[in-house]
């Protein structure tokens, strides 16, 4: 089955700067690529999606990239703000039309924005 | 629309007490799934449902049990409860359809058993 390991584990950075979150998968066949925000006491939220025809997805401050010869893919936040602290988590499915394989999610980032 | 909603938020177990964790979406959702999340290991699929009546099992089904009788509820049961199983439980609903859709996640029972 798929495996996907994302580091690090624990990042901080100072307001305004950037903050990169790397994810590796197994799998050859996946071909879609969620990450999604937890804060603290709520469930997880898609904050932006990526497929495999895809190299690149932007939206505002962040952005996801994806190396599909690498087998690995990343989240970039830039000009970070407090409320960006969360911890992030990065998953991995392949899907093709009218199913969908499931999602396997990576151990998470907790990312703390130091004001 | 309220979304996913779990009950309870918090509950405190005996090992060997049997309990049902509730799960409800009122978005019409045909896929449903429980995860747990467990410090350092990210989320992990227990049970999922890809339409009233169907049900099958994730990466940790041991130890739950599900049952999907209308599109909108999507109960966990635990058989018999054991401090392994101490852990944060997500429920999460998605529209099934011809591609990949957002996943929408419930806020989570925390679940301690002693």
């Known amino acids: 089955g798929e495996n996907v390991e994302q580091h690090p584990s624990t990042l901080s950075v100072q307001e305004g700067d950037s903050a990169v979150i790397k994810c590796t998968y197994s799998d050859s066949a996946s071909n879609y690529f969620p990450w999604y925000k937890q804060e603290l006491g709520k469930g997880p939220q898609l904050i932006i999606d990526i497929r495999s025809n895809v190299g690149e997805k932007k939206d505002q401050r962040i952005a996801v990239t994806l190396n599909k010869t690498a087998k690995h893919f990343s989240l970039h936040i830039t000009e970070t703000q407090p409320e960006d602290s969360a911890v992030y988590f990065c998953?991995?499915?392949?899907?093709?039309?009218?199913?969908?394989?499931?999602?396997?999610f990576g151990s998470g980032t907790q990312l703390t924005v130091l004001p | 629309n309220a979304g996913v909603t779990q009950t309870p938020k918090f509950q405190v177990l005996k090992t060997g007490q049997s309990m049902t964790l509730q799960c409800a979406q009122d978005m019409n959702h045909e896929y449903m799934s429980w995860y747990r999340q467990d410090p350092g290991m990210g989320l992990r699929l227990i049970h999922y449902?890809?339409?009233?009546?169907?049900?099958d099992q994730g990466e940790v089904p041991n130890g739950y049990n599900v049952s999907r009788s209308t599109t909108e509820d999507f109960p966990l049961r635990l058989l018999s409860a054991a401090p392994s199983q101490t852990s944060v439980y997500f429920c999460?609903?998605?529209?099934?359809?011809?591609?990949?859709?957002?996943?929408?996640f419930g806020p989570g029972t925390r679940l301690t058993v002693t």
């Open positions: 449902s890809v339409g009233a009546g169907i049900t």
């Open positions: 998953a991995a499915s392949s899907w093709s039309s009218g199913s969908a394989r499931q999602l396997t």
């Open positions: 999460a609903s998605s529209v099934r359809g011809q591609g990949p859709y957002e996943q929408y």
